[in-house]
């Protein structure tokens, strides 16, 4: 996916502004399998057709040797697997897994992805996946796109853009603002504003 014109590492790199940029992997697994930007095919002793995604995903792991001195791993699996689904992750963590074509689709790379940053997802009321105005909504059947970033209050989460944040706690305050995609270091516009709000004794905030 790294030939992609829109894939995980150029997004983040773009949604970052060069803050975080994805480097593909190179070497080769305890195997023998070689690693080449980033992909390495494993040949597994076992049929998947039917199986659980949490055995393929056992076995896999065992094959190429872990996590090795990797940040993140996406594990892209075949079609065949028992149940309806179309990619995991673990909050926090480092792995991602893919079922069959969602492995090279950008929206799923972002989501899932986003979720070993740390991100839970983005909801509206009572479906957690209903926030369409960043990638931790919902997963979008399209390889190149849509072409987004996170939400705001995933972007103060992360801190991308931490430089251009300010903090509203009441009173009478004027402040210039310019959207993500006029992200400047150098302007004197914010591009987040972060309003507090105190409730029960615990301080919410806004974006």
Known sequence: ?????????SQCTACSYDKLTIVPAS?????????????????????SNGVDKSAVQTAALAAMGGKGGND???L?????????????????????????????????????VGHNFGFQHSGEVTNEYADTTGMMGYSFAENDGPVM??????????????????????????????????YDPSSSAYTIVVIEKIVNGETNDNH
């Open 1 to 9: 996916t790294f030939t992609d014109p829109v894939n995980l590492k």
């Open 27 to 47: 070497g080769e697994t305890p195997n023998g399998d070689a690693i080449v930007d980033g992909v390495v095919d494993l040949t597994l002793s076992m049929n």
């Open 72 to 74: 993140y791993v996406m």
């Open 76 to 112: 892209c699996i075949p079609p065949g697997t028992s149940g309806n689904w179309l990619a995991y992750a673990y909050v926090g963590g480092y792995l991602s897994v893919y079922n069959k074509e969602w492995c090279g689709r950008v929206s799923a790379q972002m989501h899932e």
């Open 149 to 182: 970033c996170y939400n705001a209050a995933k972007n103060v989460q992360i801190g991308w853009y931490a430089d251009k944040e300010v903090r509203f706690n009441g009173g009478n305050e004027e402040y210039s603002l310019s959207g993500l995609t006029d």
